[in-house]
T-cell receptor, first 119, second 117 residues
Framework: EAQVTQNPRYLITVTGKKLTVTCSQNMNHEYMSWYRQDPGLGLRQIYYSMNVEVTDKGDVPEGYKVSRKEKRNFPLILESPSPNQTSLYFC??????????????????FGPGTRLLVL | AQSVSQHNHHVILSEAASLELGCNYSYGGTVNLFWYVQYPGQHLQLLLKYFSGDPLVKGIKGFEAEFIKSKFSFNLRKPSVQWSDTAEYFCAVNAPERTGGGNKLTFGTGTQLKVEL
């Protein structure tokens, strides 16, 4: 079954304790992305990756790191979590179809979400 | 920067009522448009999308949306809602020329729809 998986689904941690949220997709998608969802703000992009070893910042990258060593995995790393990073996090992936201006236009598929609480 | 506005934050309808959710975006160039739905406790699922061609697009579960370029709008419609349509609906826009190759989606803040029996 084609899917995007995230682990853990729920996490409670304390300020400053490093954590990693994993994301994996089995669709051989080139493009992967992380979003956070907060009430009244919708979803905001944290980081994205066009392919292995190619990552770039989204709208709200502060306090986060990512890596893309393999095509299927795109972990989100919080080196020193703070309470303002309490949120619902979604990973997404898509094909990197080259369309207008060499840019990407494809539907993104989302994982089930990881609910993080930082105390 | 591009932005997406969903003016209806909460909508309550009775079953069989018609639905229209507004979505407006700010970017004047080429855009790709999406509606996603998030059922309670679940992840986002694609309802429908517009890349090019016929501005009236049909999606799953009887939903449709119309792209009106002159109004920068992509409103979601359904003629007759069901209780199972209770969910949060997100409009999203991708402007390929602006993102320089990144498949960046800009989301609206969402509309919470509650359908009552």
């Amino acid at each position: 079954e084609a899917q995007v998986t995230q682990n853990p689904r729920y996490l409670i941690t304390v300020t400053g304790k490093k954590l990693t949220v994993t994301c994996s997709q089995n669709m051989n998608h080139e493009y992967m992305s992380w979003y956070r969802q907060d009430p009244g703000l919708g979803l905001r992009q944290i980081y994205y990756s066009m392919n292995v070893e190619v990552t770039d910042k989204g709208d709200v990258p502060e306090g986060y790191k990512v890596s893309r060593k393999e095509k299927r995995n795109f972990p989100l790393i919080l080196e020193s979590p703070s309470p303002n990073q309490t949120s619902l996090y979604f990973c997404a992936s898509s094909w990197a179809f080259s369309g207008l201006a060499g840019a990407i236009q494809e539907t993104q598929y989302f994982g089930p979400g990881t609910r993080l609480l930082v105390l | 920067a591009q932005s997406v506005s969903q003016h209806n934050h909460h909508v309550i309808l009775s079953e069989a009522a018609s639905l229209e959710l507004g979505c407006n975006y700010s970017y004047g160039g080429t855009v790709n448009l999406f509606w996603y739905v998030q059922y309670p406790g679940q992840h986002l699922q694609l309802l429908l999308k517009y890349f090019s061609g016929d501005p009236l697009v049909k999606g799953i579960k009887g939903f449709e949306a119309e792209f009106i370029k002159s109004k920068f709008s992509f409103n979601l419609r359904k003629p007759s809602v069901q209780w199972s349509d209770t969910a949060e609906y997100f409009c999203a826009v991708n402007a390929p020329e602006r993102t320089g190759g990144g498949n960046k989606l800009t989301f609206g803040t969402g509309t919470q729809l509650k359908v009552e029996l």
